[in-house]
């Protein structure tokens, strides 16, 4: 596990994601390494978008509640340009636990709905969170 972090560190993901694999061959519902090797495979290009989804399903299925899991396919949603449904995982994040990042992303993604009323309040939200982008983006999106 350490040898696959280091990996991803040097950003050689596919030998962090081949470590990560090893480990999930014996113990299949270790969530840190599911996580560590979604991440490492998101982080590989949109490419491999959809075998990081299949590691974030697992987690879910053993953690409805996982907000890293939720927040990856949301990720994966808005790299993805499907606003709605990361709007919906956003939600389902901020709803269990929000931070300033969920409602900055989730800001984004109404934005490009245009939903201007649903953007200005989660940006306001994010500022008064301290999101540290939230205050400049603030007027670039058109919100007081």
């Given amino acids: 596990r350490r040898r696959g972090d280091c990996y991803v560190q040097l950003a050689n993901y596919p030998a962090a994601v081949k470590d990560f694999s090893r480990i999930l061959t014996t113990k299949r519902d270790d969530i840190p390494t599911l996580l560590a090797r979604a991440d490492a495979n998101i982080r590989s290009g949109k490419a491999k978008f959809n075998t990081a989804m299949a590691d974030y399903n697992a987690i879910l299925r053993i953690d409805a509640k996982n907000?890293?899991?939720?927040?990856?396919?949301?990720?994966?949603?808005?790299?993805?340009?499907?606003?709605?449904?990361?709007?919906?995982?956003?939600?389902?994040?901020?709803?269990?636990?929000?931070?300033?990042?969920?409602?900055?992303?989730?800001?984004?993604?109404?934005?490009?709905?245009?939903?201007?009323?649903?953007?200005?309040?989660?940006?306001?939200?994010?500022?008064?969170?301290?999101h540290p982008e939230a205050a400049k983006d603030k007027m670039k999106l058109g919100c007081r």
Avoid: P
């Fill in 67 to 130: 907000t890293d899991a939720l927040r990856g396919i949301a990720r994966i949603h808005f790299e993805s340009e499907k606003w709605q449904l990361a709007v919906d995982k956003l939600t389902e994040v901020i709803n269990i636990k929000g931070e300033a990042g969920d409602y900055y992303m989730r800001a984004q993604c109404y934005a490009r709905l245009q939903n201007q009323k649903a953007c200005c309040a989660d940006i306001t939200k994010a500022e008064q969170m301290g």
